[in-house]
DNA sequence: ACCAATCGGACAAACGTTTGCTTAAATTCA
DNA sequence: TGAATTTAAGCAAACGTTTGTCCGATTGGT
């Protein structure tokens, strides 16, 4: 039903090939009364170009797609803001599909949406494939690169923060404030930036001269009740003075927690979050924070799929800005 | 570079037509023998199969698009995630693009990136379109719908709730709990929303017996800020005792604002806020909201792009949640 | 006025699929 | 045993573009 080239071919009385370079403006091809008639006969036809066709034969695609685990995470809007911004610098096109966090099935399918359709580099947002999926997208001819997430595998090309100054850097900001007593909330020890957000923390502790307590730790997804159960655990009784969460939502959920447990923060209890996205601002007190460069990331990712010869996995900045939870003793 | 379906049939020794039947388990079409050949050259040669080229022949396409606003909009993930859901269930893949909130080309762009691609139906999200965008998304072949916003042309296929309602319930809420002064902050009365949402916020008052005060609304685009600005407007002098607020960012907005200007909510002012997204119970206090169901919402529109027999304009339920920014006089 | 160069445009192949039609072989039935 | 039916697989066209090659006509130079 919709308008090709060829009718439009035909209603200007000239070949498709023709209309195919007036419409892609290869000038030195045609004359200027044609071009006139083409245009014409397009706009009167209701044309839309169909992209798949052109594709097909150009076997080369200026869309570049996005893959995100979850609707939920909201630093990825920033991520997204990054991404958008660098890819329209460049002409490139963005889409974006989500995978189920959990679902390996649902994963699957979203990689494969990007995967069989000709899309020019693959951002992967804080997503944790399966071994098969993993394999999908390295057995795709696209390149890829991971964004907010970093693996043991080097050979992964990633764009995340250095998680364990991430971790090092949040307990080093109660350290400095006096705190002794520190806890670990809502970080998800299975993951590698878990992990080594760990091992910063216990790493200030250590240089800080105070040995870590295993109950000092409260793992979790990075959720908001996931640091609403840590701050439960913890309970009024376990004489820690400070908290870092692993995420602004962790940390929110400690907040309402530890209120809800008669606590004030940050009188009885400080808080450093993790990320530093706008919600920090947002509830009372404001949270203080090791905040990521979420934007830049985005904009690295999609310069690192334009230019293959990058370095593998790269670094981005963080900062710790001081708002409202953290009292020095 | 990729392997093609000619790859296979070379490899396996058939003809191409019979490794497409294979691949899309037309049994009926071949024996189990060849089967089993082409299943093996398929995976050898790690075929992918190149979804436009597909789509290019048989006319028809399982994507469903969402085209998006914002990045900021925090409801969008609930009525993304209803989409999402539904479509899954319908067999169909989701991709998203985002739109500038203001720049006419950037959502220009964005509508052709779904517009020249073979997508199934387009749904957009609280998107207002310049006349000229509007005619582009008209003119293509493809069925849409918008969510979460209305229109005076009642032409426009859409799904959102009854605005009217809405400002109606907002603000009956405070007449009920005894509040005669009642501020209307940051909806945008340039809108058809936002003008359904004032009309009902005017007839509440009326009603009940109170003639609404000009210098009780202030408009605002919906946001924190927005929020905020009207709350520094009013001042602490203005003897209102309620305000609704046009969104759950909003009506933080107004809460911190509130704040700042030594009010304590509820006690000094009552708040209700509009959406009733998971924010509402993260800040302190929770926000008393009268809640869309945006879940839904993703959910008929998808439908509504389904089945083509749908009326056109559809209105999701809402319903007041009581939490603790309201006191009752 | 003749040859070369330039210009404007057409022809046709190609991209990777799907699918209607055809054909050859195998099976069934009487 | 012969005809009719079923089964298995191949041929080729088609989808809507892009682009290399080719051709005729106009132009310019001498």
Redesign the interface.
């Known amino acids: ?2 308008a090709t080239i060829k009718d439009i071919a035909r209603l200007a009385g000239v070949s498709p090939a023709t209309v195919s370079r007036v419409l892609a403006n290869k000038t030195a091809f045609y004359g200027p009364a044609t071009a006139e008639k083409v245009q014409a006969a397009a706009l009167k036809l ?1 044309y ?6 052109a ?2 034969v150009t076997q080369h695609s200026n ?1 570049l797609a996005v893959v995100v685990n979850s ?2 995470t ?1 630093f990825s ?2 991520i ?2 990054g991404i ?1 911004d660098t890819a ?1 610098a460049h002409g490139l ?6 995978a189920g966090i959990t679902d390996p099935e ?1 994963q699957r ?1 979203a990689l494969l ?1 990007v ?4 899309v020019m580099g693959i951002l992967l947002l804080s997503l944790n494939l399966t071994p098969e999926n993993l394999q999908l997208l390295q ?3 696209t390149p890829y690169c991971f964004l907010s997430i970093a693996f043991d595998d080097g050979d992964l090309p990633s764009i995340a923060s250095d998680d364990w100054q991430v971790g090092y850097q949040a307990t080093q900001t109660l350290l400095k404030a006096g705190h002794r007593k520190i806890g670990l909330a809502a970080v998800d020890s299975n993951s590698h930036t878990g992990r080594f957000r760990l091992a910063g923390y216990e790493s200030a502790l250590r240089d800080a001269g105070v040995s870590p307590q295993a109950d000092w730790v409260q793992p979790g997804v990075y959720s ?1 009740v996931a640091g609403r159960e840590a701050m439960a655990a913890y309970g009024v009784t376990s004489g820690l003075t400070g908290v870092v969460a692993g995420s602004d939502m962790a940390a ?1 959920g400690v907040l ?1 927690q530890a ?1 809800d447990l008669g606590l004030t923060v940050p009188t009885d209890l400080s808080i450093v979050s993790i990320d530093g996205t ?2 920090c601002e ?3 007190p404001q949270l203080t924070s090791v905040s990521q460069n979420f934007y830049d990331m985005g904009a690295a990712g999609v310069r690192q799929l334009l230019e293959p010869g990058r370095q593998l996995q790269q670094v981005t900045p963080i900062q710790v800005v001081d708002r409202q939870t953290v009292r020095v003793l």
């Open positions: 039903m919709a209701g839309r170009k169909n992209t798949a066709a594709e097909l869309v609707v939920k909201n809007s920033q997204i803001t958008q329209a096109n963005v889409i974006i599909v989500y649902a399918k949406t995967i069989e359709r000709p057995g795709a001819q908001y929110i309402n209120r706008e919600m947002l509830v009372q």
